[in-house]
């Protein structure tokens, strides 16, 4: 009785994850003539930065992705510093710490729903998944901040070199329904824009057989996100008083995280699967003020 009960909280949960995604795909990409009319949005709400990477070329973006900003900022012909984009940012991360990849990407869903494929999975090596873990780190650091901001051409600006010429986002929001709607686009098709199709259709196949690949391996935001995950206002808890170690939890996560060892790693997205299987309900999560934070990072119960 207790497990069928689990098993519709599990299925409840999960459905619930599934809303919020497509609520915030449509909330930040709604703009629906933009895809009939194959033109960008230009209205004022694109000059605010959103949570997630969201492509400024997207036929349907209300809003600017943070990143493209970021480089557009540091590279540009005035070469200000990116305040407001940083300033944002860091609200974001301090508040939601990674539940923006968990639940507001786009790009995170796409890789959810390919993940459901019933194929063979495959379990990348520890030797190999740590150290390329820190492959994001590198992007952030060199294709979003120091090339950008250094790499100068004749003109005195640089291109968003992230955007250009990696990010698998931009392809499928951006690029793909721009072309599918402009013949005069698909006349112009050349090298980069092949490139970057072969980027998206590699990290789409890849997502099949592994959990979220971008997100753990080349999302420069989600690296940025990452950095205030054990800080932020949203926590995971766990009480170790009740775990029981059966390690449901660490097999469920998408994201391979010791759940029992290290709850808020920077590598938690908090999607909630964890604390969906979870049979002794040890695992919490919420909005924490500073004291229950600290418990958390001692494994106690909150106070």
Request: overall charge positive.
């Given at each position: ?73 540091l590279g540009g012909v005035n070469?200000?510093?990116p305040f407001y984009v940083l ?179 920077g590598e938690c997205i908090r ?33």
């Amino acid at each position: 009785m207790f497990r069928v009960y689990r098993d519709r909280v599990r299925k409840r949960r999960l459905s619930f994850q599934r809303i919020v995604q497509l609520c915030s795909a449509v909330l930040f990409n709604g703009y629906a003539l933009g895809f009939q009319r194959g033109k960008i949005f230009t209205g004022r709400s694109k000059a605010v930065c959103v949570p997630i990477l969201n492509c400024y070329s997207c036929p349907g973006a209300l809003g600017a992705c943070p990143i493209g900003s970021l480089q557009a900022s540091l590279g540009g012909v005035n070469r200000r510093f990116p305040f407001y984009v940083l300033g944002l940012l860091m609200l974001f991360g301090v508040v939601l710490g990674r539940v923006v990849c968990g639940l507001l990407c786009p790009f995170g869903l796409v890789q959810d729903l390919l993940h459901r494929i019933p194929i063979p999975k495959l379990q990348v090596p520890g030797r190999l998944d740590r150290p390329a873990r820190y492959l994001k780190y590198i992007i952030l650091l060199v294709l979003v901040v120091l090339l950008p901001a250094f790499a100068t051409t004749g003109a005195g600006i640089t291109v968003p070199y992230f955007c250009k010429y990696l990010c698998p986002a931009g392809t499928l929001e951006g690029g793909i329904p721009l072309m599918l709607a402009d013949p005069v686009l698909r006349g112009l098709v050349g090298a980069l824009f092949s490139w970057k199709v072969l980027v998206l259709l590699v990290i789409l196949v890849a997502s099949m057989l592994i959990h979220r690949p971008f997100c753990k391996y080349l999302c420069p935001l989600g690296a940025f996100y990452s950095l205030f995950n054990r800080f932020s206002f949203y926590q995971m808890s766990l009480d170790k008083s009740r775990c029981v170690g059966c390690k449901q939890c660490e097999r469920s996560c998408p994201m391979d995280v010791e759940v029992t060892r290290n709850i808020n790693s920077g590598e938690c997205i908090r999607c909630g699967k964890c604390k969906s299987v979870c049979p002794t309900g040890a695992i919490t999560s919420g909005f924490t003020c500073g004291a229950k934070r600290a418990a958390t990072d001692e494994g106690r119960k909150p106070i």
